[in-house]
Each structure stands twice: as structure tokens, then as C-alpha cells.
């Protein structure tokens, strides 16, 4: 079975600090891709940061940036400087690289930012 | 369009009703997928076209919901004899067809059965 655990349902964090999101996966294949995406208010699910499995080096995007530990299948999310903007849901999911035709979601984050 | 739009943004339907969900997708995109959003989860796989093709139905719950993209565009999804239980939020995405590059989702319809 495919599965993505989230273990935080929420979080908070000071505006200008640092928060992590943490994230772990199961699957017994090597190809797949990992990615985190922000679902705010509005419904829409926003990409935020992608990483494919086969890259040792960690995915950055601006202020975000992940800790992938493919040994302990572990993909966690790094936001510094975060803003209010940021506040939103946040899910991890991947998809399988030679099959690869939906995506695996975890239950998400609740990402609060504190002005 | 820019972006891939959904419609009705909320839909409330008295059980057993029929119902249709619209889905826009981005020109030119080859791929798309449907999910199924309860309640404080994340989002499920429902089924997946490859232009007018549905290639995999297989997170379909039941034999009550139905899709199809006859022309490999516009997409609906049609639920019959709605259930309490299908109260949830549609999202429709759609890809050029490089996983690698993500889904761009839709803002999704919010189904609520009564």
C-alpha cells in the first residue's frame, strides 16, 4: 500500500521565523517523485516544491526548502522568513515514476503564521 | 483558459439526487485527474483520462459515479443517487503530461448531500 503520514495536524509559527513540516512515506518502489503543496482558503492546491527521488541534493524554492531522507522515507518541508501568506494547509504527496498516474496525499498540516 | 476551472463552485443535493460536476482544464492539457477531498483529509485519486481516454477509474468509490472527457477536453463527473457519504470537495487537475512537473488543480466544488 501507498501511504503518507503527517504527524502534525497543525502548526504555528512567528512571522520572520522558521518552521518545519514533517513528513514520512511508504513505498516499496525506487522511482517516484515527492512533492509538498499549500491548499489555502480558496481550495486550490499550489505547488510548492518538488524533489525527485534519484536526487541526493535537497530541493530548494526561495524560502522553502526540504530535508529528504530517502533511506528513512522521510520529506520534510522547511519555510524561513515565513509570512503571513503562508498560512494554508499543507500536504505532502508523491507520485510513482514509471506508473506514476495519480498522487499519493497525506492528511496535512495546518499551517498557522502569528503576526 | 489560465487556469482550470471547476463548476458549480458548491453544489448542495438532497439524497438521492443526480448530480454533475464540471471540470475546465488548462488548453492543451493531455492529462486529467479527479480527486475526492473529505472533510480534514487529503485528497483521493479518483480516476484519470489521458485526453478522451479514461485510463484508470480505479479510486472510483461505486458503480454511482461515473466520468468521462468525451472530446479530450471538458470533463464531468456525474455521481448518481447521491449518499451522505459522497459529501466531500471535488478537485479536478489537469497536466501536459510530465508528472514531474505537478497537477495544476482547480479550486474544486464543494458537494454537500442533505
Known amino acids: 500500500a501507498q501511504t503518507v503520514t503527517q504527524s502534525q495536524p497543525e502548526m504555528s509559527v512567528q512571522e520572520a521565523e522558521t518552521v518545519t513540516l514533517s513528513c514520512t512515506y511508504d513505498?516499496?518502489?525506487?522511482?517516484?517523485?515527492l512533492f509538498w503543496y499549500k491548499q489555502p482558503p480558496s481550495r486550490q492546491m499550489i505547488l510548492v516544491i518538488r524533489q525527485e527521488a534519484y536526487k541526493q541534493q535537497n530541493a530548494t524554492e526561495n524560502r522553502f526548502s526540504v530535508n529528504f531522507q530517502k533511506a528513512a522515507k522521510s520529506f520534510s518541508l522547511k519555510i524561513s522568513d515565513s509570512q503571513l501568506g503562508d498560512a494554508a494547509m499543507y500536504f505532502c504527496a508523491y507520485t510513482l515514476g514509471n506508473t506514476g498516474n495519480q498522487f499519493y496525499f497525506g492528511t496535512g498540516t495546518s499551517l498557522t503564521v502569528i503576526p | 483558459g489560465a487556469g482550470v476551472s471547476q463548476s458549480p463552485r458548491y453544489k448542495v443535493a438532497k439524497r438521492g439526487q443526480d448530480v454533475a460536476l464540471r471540470c475546465d482544464p488548462i488548453?492543451?492539457?493531455?492529462?486529467l485527474f479527479w480527486y475526492q477531498q473529505a472533510l480534514g483529509q487529503g485528497p483521493e485519486f479518483l480516476t484519470y483520462?489521458?485526453?478522451?481516454?479514461?485510463?484508470?477509474k480505479s479510486g472510483l468509490p461505486s458503480d454511482r459515479f461515473f466520468a468521462e472527457r468525451p472530446e479530450g477536453s471538458v470533463s464531468t463527473l456525474k455521481i448518481q443517487r447521491t449518499q451522505q457519504e459522497d459529501s466531500a470537495v471535488y478537485l479536478c487537475?489537469?497536466?501536459?503530461?510530465?508528472?514531474?512537473?505537478?497537477?495544476?488543480f482547480g479550486s474544486g466544488t464543494r458537494l454537500t448531500v442533505v
Open positions: 488548453s492543451g492539457h493531455v492529462s
Open positions: 487537475a489537469s497536466s501536459a503530461g510530465n508528472l514531474y512537473s505537478g497537477y495544476t
Open positions: 513505498t516499496s518502489e525506487s522511482d517516484y517523485y
Open positions: 483520462f489521458q485526453n478522451e481516454a479514461q485510463l484508470d
